[in-house]
């Protein structure tokens, strides 16, 4: 089959053929018909990743339609429209039980810990637990552009941060992930604050629900700037991005009891920042919560919020590409790339 493949970290993609995958017992082999091309993949691709080995097909965000299935998959067949959330987890430990797949301890990540679908196929194993059906109403390269995005904001605001109507939110970050935060937190019916360094990203925001912005660059101390317009600081704040700054704007812009969400992934340098643990965790009295991912268990409850035309995940959506296009896309993120979702949908 075909395949988007990178040698070495950094080295161009070359699409050309590798072996297909073979089809898992509890599995199923899914055609790919759309993939998003997400940072991760970026970091995944300049090796920042500790779980990737080069060759390295990336590519975590998928959707598409069932064409093998082992024999002890039960819930699904040849011709079912599908996605997955890219940690697939175990389905029998007592996380995966419990509702908590995401911090399963035997997780496989599509595209980071195996290939990718930058790929004709892709195997899903553990599909009974693992794989969700697409509704008909859902186009493969929207269901594709969700996923890790849209599905993580969702995850972050509902599950974790319980985000509520008529709250603040602060979203720090204004990409893929930030912008899906500021529709979703607008589709529950909060006050949304959009936070960036680049008007266009502030823009595209607004179009999508924010009531206010913030230009970072602009703004000096963006905590205190937060405080101001949201009468004392946001309920909720995200990190959209996983950079120092934008983690320290984030709780410093939160009010007393508020919670924020760590969204964007802290590499690097990144990883260990500061916490003013006296004055704003002990005094103010902040949560600081983690999210990663989604489960499967929850994708149904997000596809409810699109069917009742809440939010509208098809608007991230802005550039269609095929296969052999893949390798300039990912290159195109050593700079900013600006706003919404590139996915690949010809294979
Ligand atoms: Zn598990
Ligand atoms: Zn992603």
Redesign the pocket.
């Known amino acids: 089959m075909r395949a988007a493949i990178f040698e070495k970290f950094k080295a161009p993609l070359e699409v050309r053929q590798v072996p297909e995958p073979a089809c898992p017992a509890d599995g199923v082999i899914v055609r790919v018909k759309a993939c ?1 091309v ?4 970026w970091h995944a691709w300049t090796g920042a990743d500790s779980d990737v080995s080069a060759p390295h097909v990336p590519g ?2 998928f959707a598409g339609v069932v064409e093998d299935v082992g024999k002890e998959c039960r819930r699904f067949k040849a011709g079912d429209r599908v996605t997955a959330p ?1 940690i697939l987890a175990c389905g029998a430990c007592p996380d995966c039980l419990g509702g908590d797949a995401t911090v399963c301890n035997h997780q496989f990540v599509v595209g980071f810990s195996g290939w990718g679908a930058f790929a004709e196929r892709i195997a899903v194993p553990r599909a009974d637990f693992n794989l969700v059906p697409l509704p008909d109403a859902m186009d493969f390269a929207d269901a594709a552009g969700m ?3 849209v599905t993580t904001a969702f995850r972050a605001l509902v599950d974790r941060a319980r985000l509520q109507p008529g709250e603040w939110l602060a979203v720090h970050g204004c990409g893929g992930v930030g912008l899906s935060a500021v529709m979703i937190g607008a589709a529950i019916g909060a006050q949304v604050l959009a936070i960036d360094v680049n008007e266009e990203a502030l823009h595209l925001a607004k179009s999508l629900g924010a009531g206010a912005s913030i230009n970072a660059r602009a703004a000096g101390d963006v905590g205190q700037a937060t405080r101001d317009i949201t009468g004392g600081g946001a309920h909720v704040s995200v990190d959209a991005l996983g950079i120092t700054e934008t983690f320290h704007n984030s709780i410093r812009g939160l009010r007393k009891l508020g919670r924020h969400v760590q969204i964007g992934m802290p590499l690097g340098r990144h990883a260990e920042p500061s916490v003013p643990l006296l004055e704003l965790v002990y005094s103010r009295q902040i949560s600081i919560m983690g999210t990663r991912g989604i489960p499967a268990s929850r994708f149904p409850a997000l596809f409810q919020v699109i069917a009742a035309g809440r939010i509208a995940p098809s608007r991230l959506v802005t550039h269609r590409i095929s296969l052999d296009e893949a390798g300039t896309a990912i290159e195109a993120m050593n700079g900013y790339t600006g706003s919404g979702i590139t996915v690949i949908d010809r294979f």
Not at 38 to 41: K, L, V
């Open positions: 998003g997400c940072r991760s993949d975590h965000e890219f996923g890790c995005r």
